[in-house]
């Protein structure tokens, strides 16, 4: 091993040229090799601040971003550096940049690309988290946004005005389960020289990877299935670094930037200048940036990526079978289902299965819903989802509670609607665990039809 060698820590094992390594082999080696100082072997919480500099003349160069080297931990750390070395591996991505949540992943995605007076087109049929983000934040920053049924092209294309800077969407929208037809819609986006976003939260990168269908821009909240165990917030953004910010649409990205001594980042870095503006500007600004502990436990989590996906969709659907053959459930807006109307794309964007978190309408509306809920005990009633144990909520008590029953007809929502993320556990325990709530909803709506 050469000096120049020894000295990278973050660095992939090298696949032959003619050797390609499988998605199961980068989730655990993507952006990393053993430490070289110290051979270890997993890898290493740089739990540090700072770094120390060799010279003055070294110290400039990393903050005129002429090197890339380590500063402070605000805007890179080797620990968090992996992390975002293996998803933007997994993602097929040319980079990506960490941060301390998914909506501060986003927030800062936009923040890059928007000036004021801008207009985003994003699917209504998203996180709740993010359709207040975008709603609230976006008009602060005088912004203008338009909500498009994700499933109608049409809508897309008709949203767009000169002032369009984004298109927003998830890979498998909430709570109807809207599988996104990612080509075409990136195809309008790029008819209009607009970059589309997608949050990949809920499909992973081992079930669908968005760069390869055309889109721009993936985010992720790694609180969920990335981490896998429900322990830690983080979020990243990943770019394909094929979007030309020198279009005419994004001097925000190719003019000399006031925020970086003049630098203009799409001509100095070609395809990481989006990138390196996300970190160098936006992280150093917004603040926001992930801890090295928590990056590890993302790493620790990414390293079953691909056989946690693989069970949270068999469960998923022997679970989404079971709800579409109970008395008490109906509308199972689990997309892989044969009845689904995304059915088709599916099978395009998601051979490997549309992920496992979906919602159902449980008999008896509210009541039945939180009986249901009532009647469970290995599932646990939180508010989260992408965790390997199984998760059950009812929007109508909980996150949509401030809302009458037309405002959650218009959100989607039934006053009966629970929604599930499927766990890894036994299958039978859970099935057997849902029917125990399902005998409370029956016994629920017998005493309230008994008469007085
Ligand atoms: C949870 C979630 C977010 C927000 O992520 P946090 O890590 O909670 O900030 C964004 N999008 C989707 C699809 C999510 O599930």
Redesign the pocket.
Known sequence: MSEEEEQVTNDSPRAEPEHEFGFETRQLHAGQRPDPNTGARAVPIFQTTSYVFEDPESAAAYFNLQEYGNTYSRIMNPTVAVFEERVANLEGAAGAVAFA???AA?AAALFTLLEPGDHVVSSSAL?G??VNQLKHLLRKMNVELTWVDPDDLDAWRGAVRPETKAFFA?TIGNPAGNVLDIEPVAAIAHEHGVPLLV?N??ATPYLCRPIEWGADIVIH?A??FLGGHGTS???VVAEAGTFDWSNGRFPVVADPSPAYHGLQFHETFGMYGYLMKLRAETLRDLGGALSPFNAFLFLQGMETLSLRMERHVTNARRVAEFLQGHELASKVSYPGLPSSRYRPLVDKYLPGGPGAVFSFDVAGGRAGGQALIRGVNLWSHLAN?GDAKSLIIHPASTTHRQLGDEELAAAGVGPGTVRLSVGTESVDDLLWDLERGFANVAATLEKESAPA
């Open positions: 949540s998914g909506i986003q996180y988290g993010t998830e949050d939260t809920f909240s609180t969920k917030i983080g979020g989802v």
